[in-house]
Structures are given as C-alpha cells and as structure tokens.
C-alpha cells in the first residue's frame, strides 16, 4: 500500500514561515505526503504544492451548532482537508480527551468524508509496567466500539508512544516491530479488514532513523511533528519513505 506521510505542524507556524515551508515542498512519487496544519492556515495551505495533501489536526465530535470554540468535519472538508488527526496524545494528555470521545471524532470526521488518523500509544510508565497492548487494546477498543468494524477499515492508525513525542528518542526497530505487528493483529482479530488499514508510526522520526524506521514490517509511513516544519527533513523523511530514493 501507498505509504503516507503526515505532517503535525502543531501549534506552529505564521504566514510567512509557512509560505516558505509550503514552498519548499515537493511531491516524492510513491509516497503520499500530507500537512496538518493549525485551522487558521487552512486557507492559506490550500495554496501548496501539487501532490501534497491537507489535513487538520482536531476535529469536533459535533457536527453543527452551539459548541464555541469548536470546528466541525464539514468545515474542514470545505477547506480541502483529506486528513485529521484525533487522539493526538498532546490532546489526551492536556486537553482531557477521552477514548470514548477519540472514537466519537473519529466517527465525525468519516462521515463528513475525512479520513481520521487517530494516535494510539502508550506512556513510559505504562511501558515500564509491560502494559503496552493492554493500552492500546483500550484506545482501539474504544475507537471500534463507536465506528464499528466495518468503518474502522477506513481510519489510518498512528502508533505514537508518547515518550517518543518530541523527545529525541525515537522507539527503537524492535519496539515497534513488535508494536506494529500487534496492531496488525488486533485488527484482524476484531473483525476490520487489517490489509485496508495503514499504521504509521510517529515519535522523533528524523532524516538520519527515517530509513531504518520505514524498513519495519507493517510501518506504513509516519506521522511527524517537529521535522515536518523544516521542509528539507520533511522532504528528506518523504523519501526515505519512497525508499531512499
Ligand atoms: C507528533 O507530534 O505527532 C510527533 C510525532 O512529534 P515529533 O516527530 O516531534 O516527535
């Protein structure tokens, strides 16, 4: 499968540094490659680069109405976003999003036409009490319990754990080899088509692991934070994605 590589911008960026970010982009063919922008960018990122595609980095769980401060999937759909992210650990960490509503945004955002990358992982803690799978087992759970089976073959997974977020310290090959894999699993085990599901990985992907990391079987691309705001790392992870070409 196509390999997708996505940009989290966070809460980055200005006018013009993102005009010269966008500028710096080209499409890698072989590899999809999307940004997911602040929501006040929107409009200006629709002015990007052939073959780069838009997403967003939260989405309602509401679809219209008396919610302020809240953006829904529609809206988003209508400024060309294909993606959005849900369940971004930065979200559940500071912003109190639970695993039920991580489901219910995912659910908005399918049936507005987006496709949700929804962020599954685990804290260092829950690694150093072997209780990795038992959280993932939770977040997707969750997630399946509000889609369906069915739909769930339509969301894009990141394995992200959070103590890779930002770190520097990137999991290693075999740590998420037997994460990916698990994943893989979990999903033919709960009856979603696990062939149509792509799993990217994100945590400190840089230009010089991008290549090692791509190489894990059932890493199927990788969302990334701060590389993807220079647009020669980005580039860089792109085609190692491609296969370092
Ligand atoms: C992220 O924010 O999803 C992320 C993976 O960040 P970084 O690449 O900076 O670790």
């Not at 911008?9 to 013009?16: C, F, T």
């Not at 150093?128 to 993932?136: P, S």
């Not at 990916?180 to 009856?191: E, K, Q, S, T």
Request: glycine letters at 14%.
């Amino acid at each position: 499968m196509t390999r997708l590589v996505a940009g989290n911008w966070k809460m980055n960026g200005s006018l013009a540094a993102n005009r010269d970010l966008l500028d710096g982009l080209v499409s890698v063919p072989g590899v999809e490659m999307a940004v997911c922008v602040p929501y006040p960018y929107l409009a200006q990122a629709r002015q990007r680069p052939d073959g780069i595609v838009l997403g967003a980095q939260d989405v309602s769980e509401y679809a219209a109405g008396a919610y302020t401060g809240e953006v829904s999937a529609a809206m988003l759909l209508e400024f060309g976003c294909r993606y959005v992210i849900v369940g971004h650990s930065e979200r559940r960490a500071l912003f109190g999003e639970g695993d039920v509503m991580v489901g219910r945004k995912a659910l908005a955002a399918l049936h507005a036409g987006l496709v949700p990358i929804v962020c599954v992982g685990e804290t260092l803690a829950e690694r150093d009490e072997a209780r990795v799978m038992e959280v993932i087992d939770r977040q997707l759970g969750a997630v399946r319990e509000v889609l369906g089976a069915a739909a769930m073959s339509g969301v894009v997974l990141a394995y992200e754990p959070v103590w890779a977020i930002g770190s520097g310290r990137s999991a290693s090959v075999a740590q998420i080899a037997e994460v990916h894999g698990a994943i893989r699993a979990w999903l033919d085990g709960h009856g979603v088509s696990a062939g149509a599901v792509r799993i990217l990985y994100g945590g400190s992907v840089k230009p010089d692991n991008a290549l090692e990391l791509f190489d894990v079987p059932h890493v199927d691309g990788g969302l990334i934070g701060g590389a993807s705001l220079a647009a020669a790392d980005f580039m860089a992870i792109c085609r190692a994605a491609a296969g370092g070409v």
